[in-house]
């Protein structure tokens, strides 16, 4: 089937309490993977393409692979621009084919973030394009993004209401306490406020860095509104760690298949298991 908007899903995901992953794809084998745990689960599946892995593979390489992996499985599979840093960068990724993306005007202001997000909204469902907004401040290290500790920031529940009654952006991403990369001790999610928001919105909540969360917090995460979840250091961690340990075993591997082919099994199991902690098997 050709690549859908997320609303294909996420109503869905909310209404019945699971959540659907955002696994971001960073070169063919993360593709193959993704889609092959995907069909194996039944489960939708979100691709999520960070601007640093765009100019990585090229923009017209990503929307022909996820094209051809939608096609090929029969999933409803969604192309998600993450963090999108600009209007022009979101309108470039809708006319190459994208599906969904995230306008993440966490930075601004808060009146300037509305105004930002709505301009992107507008444009987006005028041709059938999810949108995602975020509020508040993620902390850690991924891909662009490099933001301290000390510098990030809660969302203010009042202000993230305020935000989705102005915007009507399809997933709302908020800061509750979790970080992109991998984490050094337990996160301290902030579930009150993922579900006083929840409560008054109709869009999912989304939450970043779902990377080394554990599980029962994930599980809490979503029974209080969490409908989508980002995954991607795991993947990178554990398919790194399988290329790691064969080259150190065979130093005359020139083959990259060898090693490309083992870490892209990896990545298919790490799926394959947030797929049944999600909830998402077996709902596509």
């Known amino acids: 089937m050709p690549l859908v908007s997320m609303n294909e899903f996420l109503p869905r995901a909310k209404k019945e309490g699971f959540a659907v992953g955002q696994f971001n794809i960073n070169n063919l084998e993360y593709v ?35 094209k051809v992996a939608a096609k090929e499985s029969g999933l409803p599979i969604a192309l998600h621009l993450d963090h999108g840093s600009s209007f022009e960068v979101v309108m470039q990724c809708i006319r190459a084919g994208f599906s969904s993306v995230m306008f993440d005007g966490s930075h601004y202001p808060l009146e300037e973030n ?38 990030a920031s809660l969302a203010n529940p009042k202000d993230a209401i305020r935000f989705w009654e102005e915007t009507q952006v399809d997933a709302m991403a908020i800061a509750v306490g979790t970080a992109h ?6 996160p301290k999610i902030r579930y009150e406020i993922i579900e006083e928001v929840s409560k008054k919105i109709d869009a999912p909540i989304v939450l970043h860095g779902g990377s080394g969360v554990p599980d029962e917090s994930i599980q809490k995460a979503i029974s209080l509104g969490v ?44 799926v394959k298991g947030k797929i049944r902690l999600f909830g998402s098997a077996n709902k596509a």
Do not use: C, W
């Open 32 to 66: 193959q993977a993704i889609t092959a745990a995907g069909k194996e689960e039944n489960s939708p599946l979100i691709f999520g393409a960070s601007e640093g892995a765009i100019r990585y593979m090229g923009l017209d390489n990503m929307v022909a692979l996820s």
């Open 114 to 151: 509305i105004r930002l997000t709505k301009k992107v909204v507008e444009a987006a469902h005028a041709v059938g394009v999810s949108v995602e907004g975020e509020l508040g401040t993620i902390g850690g290290v991924e891909d662009d993004l490099d933001v301290a500790e000390e510098d």
């Open 181 to 186: 990369g991998m984490y050094k001790g337990v």
């Open 227 to 270: 409908g989508k979840i980002n995954v991607n250091t795991e993947n990178q961690v554990e398919s790194t760690k399988v290329i790691r340990e064969l080259l150190d075993q065979n130093p005359n591997i020139i083959d990259t298949r060898k090693f490309m082919g083992p870490a892209r099994d990896i990545i298919k199991e790490v």
